[in-house]
């Protein structure tokens, strides 16, 4: 049973409620171990993102829930780095690897994650339409996330597949599809850090399986990556959301499953 969860936001970004609140929830849901994982500030983009600011009190006030809540449940500081922005400002316990845009030059960086037809326009804008060139230039940024932001978590390994029900189509058997994920998988593997198996999209109502999907996901485990379990909670009723149900379909082709970021 997975009694642990690294990957959650609060109101200090994007999230809807309060740190302490966070920490709460999961206590009263049973979990002995949590994280609080920030989005880390983004020069370009601070939409749904710490300020600097922000990002110090933060910190101050996650290390004063540890104290509060020793003895009941196990606080870590963690933070969200996106790729564009380069390494945590502040000092945590983990950080989480992600990428959340595509890089269209002339400093134009596009959300891949907040709406299907932004998805589709940058898709044109900055790939001629070609789907699978942006899928490329995305995964080349994912195999890179380790180095650029000091993961310690690979956050939501194919996050730009998050709209593939709702108007992006997209062809799985595709060959150039299979080769960019698993070129960047093949670069992370030695760096033997955990990717999610994160199940925000489920629980927000844009997909009906984790990220990573099934065939990345057991391409990992041959290559011998390992996972870690995370919700990517914005409400503390999401957190460890549907835990239950995917532990066993993912042990079921032997993957390796890790309680821990470090």
Not at 52 to 79: C, D, F, H, N, P
Not at 120 to 130: L, T
Not at 139 to 145: A, E, R, S, T
Not at 221 to 230: C, L, N, P, W, Y
Request: contains cysteine.
């Amino acid at each position: 049973m997975i009694t642990s969860d690294f990957h959650m936001h609060t109101t200090y970004c994007d999230g809807k409620n309060t740190a302490e609140e966070m920490i709460q929830s999961a206590i009263q849901k049973g979990l002995t171990a949590v994280g609080l994982s920030g989005h880390g500030y983004t020069s370009f983009d601070d939409s749904y993102c710490m300020s600097k600011e922000q990002s110090v009190q933060y910190a101050k006030e996650v290390t004063a829930l540890k104290e509060k809540y020793r003895g009941q449940i196990r606080v870590l500081l963690g933070v969200e780095q996106d790729y564009f922005g380069g390494k945590p400002i502040i000092d945590t316990d983990y950080v989480i690897g992600s990428v959340h845009y595509l890089h269209l030059g002339d400093g134009r960086y596009v959300p891949i994650d907040e709406h299907p037809d932004e998805l589709i326009q940058a898709v044109k804008e900055g790939f001629s339409g070609d789907f699978y060139a942006a899928a490329q230039a995305y995964f080349q940024c994912v195999g890179d996330v380790v180095r650029a932001t000091g993961a310690d978590i690979i956050g939501h390994f194919d996050l730009i597949t998050k709209f593939c029900e709702r108007g992006v189509d997209i062809d799985f058997g595709n060959a150039r599809w299979r080769h960019a994920y698993t070129d960047a998988i093949d670069r992370l593997i030695p760096y033997g850090k955990p990717f999610e198996i994160n199940t925000g999209a489920i629980s927000r109502g844009y997909r009906k399986t984790p990220y990573p999907a099934m065939p990345m996901m057991r391409y990992i485990a041959s290559q011998g990556g390992m996972f870690i379990f995370s919700s990517d909670s914005h409400t503390k009723d999401n957190i460890a959301y549907q835990f239950d149900i995917w532990e066993p379909i993912c042990r079921a082709f032997n993957t390796r499953i890790v309680s821990s970021p470090r």
